[in-house]
């Protein structure tokens, strides 16, 4: 079983829909969660991180994680075309410190 | 932005030769990281450090040595080039493992074509 797995899309959505971005771990003790945004030739940038069950908003993005089921979501309010990027999610913490991605999903927001 | 540099940021070389890979960081974080991503894989992890001559191997380790003589400075090295190690090479840093906020920050990449 892959230890962080992400649906690879691509997922399309109009420009200001909602972009829902889905991620699950294997590792029950992880301690630490984020969302990386890479644009095409460039290196990730964190975008959210999150530590205990429940919602975190910041500005248009929304992280959401439910320990019990091993599971982390980001939701992407009012789409941009400027959005369009590949999403990662990461997992840490568990008996080491390793940082593991999923592969990643590719969004594009449509004009 | 992170004080994070890699250096070169695009290498071209034989197969056979050894070939390093630097990463220096300002940041004075602990943890520094080596992943490779390759298209379908995503990004994978070749060896982290948790201090200073300390080391582990992530998923990927084969054909790869690291060392860590300073906080600063994280090298990857590849004994013996070979075609399969032809990828885009990015080093993460990472502050105190026993803090909540242990957000990973990025270099730019280096991108590695052995021929």
């Known amino acids: 079983q892959k230890e962080v797995e992400q649906n690879s899309g691509p997922l399309s959505v109009p420009e200001g829909a909602i972009a829902s971005l889905n991620c699950t771990y294997s590792?029950?003790?992880?301690?630490?969660f984020f969302w990386y945004r890479q644009y095409s030739g460039k290196s990730p940038e964190l975008i959210m991180s999150?530590?205990?069950?429940g919602d975190k908003e910041d500005g248009r993005f929304t992280a959401q994680l439910n320990k019990a089921s091993q599971y982390v979501s980001l939701l992407i309010r009012d789409s941009q075309p400027s959005d369009s990027a590949t999403y990662l999610c990461?997992?840490?913490?568990?008996?080491?410190?390793?940082?593991?991605f999923g592969k990643g999903t590719l969004l594009t927001v449509n004009p | 932005d992170a004080g994070i540099t890699q250096s070169p940021r695009h290498k071209v070389t034989e197969t056979g030769t050894p070939v390093t890979l630097r990463c220096h960081q300002t940041?004075?974080?602990?943890?520094m990281y080596w992943y490779r991503q390759d298209p379908g894989h995503g990004l994978r992890l070749i060896h982290y450090?948790?201090?200073?001559?300390?080391?582990d191997k992530g998923e990927v380790s084969d054909g790869y040595s690291v060392s860590r003589s300073k906080t600063e400075d994280f090298l990857l090295t590849l004994e013996s080039a070979t075609s399969s190690q032809t990828s885009v090479y990015f080093c993460a840093i990472s502050d105190f493992p026993g803090k909540m906020n242990t957000e990973a920050f990025f270099g730019q990449g280096t991108r590695l074509t052995v021929v």
């Open positions: 450090s948790y201090g200073v001559k300390d080391t």
């Open positions: 590792d029950r003790v992880s301690q630490s």
């Open positions: 940041e004075n974080h602990r943890y």
């Open positions: 990461a997992v840490k913490g568990g008996s080491n410190y390793k940082l593991t």
């Open positions: 999150i530590y205990s069950n």
